[in-house]
T-cell receptor, first 117, second 116 residues
């Protein structure tokens, strides 16, 4: 079974509008962390936002927020006021056992976001 | 702002040759990682490294791969006898410490390896 599922291969959004990128995850570990990374066409991986499984509030970082629904095992990324520079691949990733377990990140297949002017 | 650096940015090699990919992690970081991303696919974990030894590796990280921290700053990935299927983007990442909640792995810009 896939640990991280991103069901949207591609998404389009108009500049200045908000967009939600979906991510669901599968783990039986009660302690885990969820990450979103942005990969522009140049190829680098840029960290955007983190949500811990025990965090009570949804994470926010500037225009990025994470809609964390633990019971549904979803961690959707919301980008507000989209900009042309937001056009990129977006990857959701998980690290299980954050309190003493594996250190590896497991990535989803990504969503390609295109922001239209 | 400190960042992870990787050299070279691109490498072309012949099948069967050895390649060494180099990374300089962020200076106060203790855990180091290699990931790879085959073109158009998701990022896959290869290996993690702490205190001068491998702490975790994936099934991809077989005997043709090795990692080393030859000095206090560099972290290298060696691929012996490269295969066509080793063509990918290779990312180095580092984190200050492990298993402390939100310790983000910061990625370098990647080395794009092409095996002909």
């Amino acid at each position: 079974a896939q640990k991280i599922t991103q069901t949207q291969p591609g998404m389009f959004v108009q500049e200045k509008e908000a967009v939600t990128l979906d991510c669901t995850y599968d783990t039986s570990d009660p302690s885990y962390g969820l990450f979103w990374y942005k990969q522009p066409s140049s190829g680098e991986m840029i960290f955007l936002i983190y949500q811990g499984s025990y965090d009570q509030q949804n994470a926010t970082e500037g225009r990025y927020s994470l809609n964390f629904q633990k019971a549904r095992k979803s961690a959707n990324l919301v980008i507000s006021a989209s900009q042309l520079g937001d056009s990129a691949m977006y990857f959701c990733a998980m690290r299980e056992g954050i309190q003493g377990g594996s250190e590896k990140l497991v990535f989803g297949k990504g969503t390609k976001l295109t922001v239209n002017p | 702002e400190p960042e992870v650096t990787q050299t070279p940015s691109h490498q072309v090699t012949q099948m069967g040759q050895e390649v060494i990919l180099r990374c300089v992690p962020i200076s106060n970081h203790l855990y180091f990682y290699w990931y790879r991303q085959i073109l158009g696919q998701k990022v896959e974990f290869l290996v993690s490294f702490y205190n001068n030894e491998i702490s975790e590796k994936s099934e991809i990280f077989d005997d043709q791969f090795s990692v080393e921290r030859p000095d206090g700053s560099n972290f290298t990935l060696k691929i012996r006898s490269t295969k066509l299927e080793d063509s990918a983007m290779y990312f180095c990442a580092s984190t200050p410490r492990a298993s402390q909640g939100s310790e983000t792995q910061y990625f370098g810009p990647g080395t794009r390896l092409l095996v002909l």
